[in-house]
């Protein structure tokens, strides 16, 4: 999609199930790439050359426990990229975001609120001129990243998604970190009306969360190693 403000594309990597975003402003060129796969960044850097973009920045919406980011891998082919990352996460990157800070994509700017839960570092970045929320694994298509592992806190992460996200208009645009059954994104008026486990009163949604018997993260050894070092391997 390019409009006279935004170029965006939505990518997605097959093994983890992740999306990635990039998203450049029309009249600058510059551009961010959100949640970068290590396996899928030679496809991302070649994207992004054919769209004559400069990458500025690589934003990680946490510490990913499913596959290893491309942050390190990208900062190579294009050597202006500065990673970023919550300042809650406890993990290295080139900048650190506070929550409601704000970060420039060429005339863009977006917004990383923090949104912890799934894990402390978990953010969603809210791009305010274009009605769109980048949610990570916050909050996914009709469900939620889950809580039973890596500083999980269901009660954090209802209050989050509520406080942050689903307070957000209701035409604003919901881009999620992962999907596994083909679905692209969702709305805020959607998720509020049809979300099964976020529109569950708090104390049933945790009762829910903590009762999930999930299986262990297939990539979870490799990832979190390499995750807390910006993608370094």
Known sequence: MITSTLIFRQLFEARSSTYTYIIG??????????????????????LISQLDLDLQLGLNTHVHADHV????????????MRSCLSDESGAKADRLLAHREKVKVGRLEMQCRHTPGHTNGCSSYVLDSEGLVFTGDALLFRGCGRTDFQQGDASRLYDSVWNEILSLPDNFSIF??????????????????????LTLEKKKFIELMNNLKLDY?????????ANM???EM
Not at 69 to 80: D, M, R, V, Y
């Open 25 to 46: 402003c029309a009249a600058t060129r510059k551009a961010a790439i959100i949640d970068p796969v290590l396996e899928t960044v030679e496809r991302d850097a070649k």
């Open 69 to 80: 980011t491309g942050t390190a891998a990208l900062a190579k082919i294009f050597p202006s």
């Open 176 to 197: 999620p970190g992962h999907d596994y059954n083909g679905h692209m994104s969702s709305s805020v008026r959607e998720e509020k009306k049809f979300n099964p486990r």
């Open 217 to 225: 993260p297939k990539q979870i050894d490799r990832a979190l190693l």
């Open 229 to 231: 070092k910006n993608g």
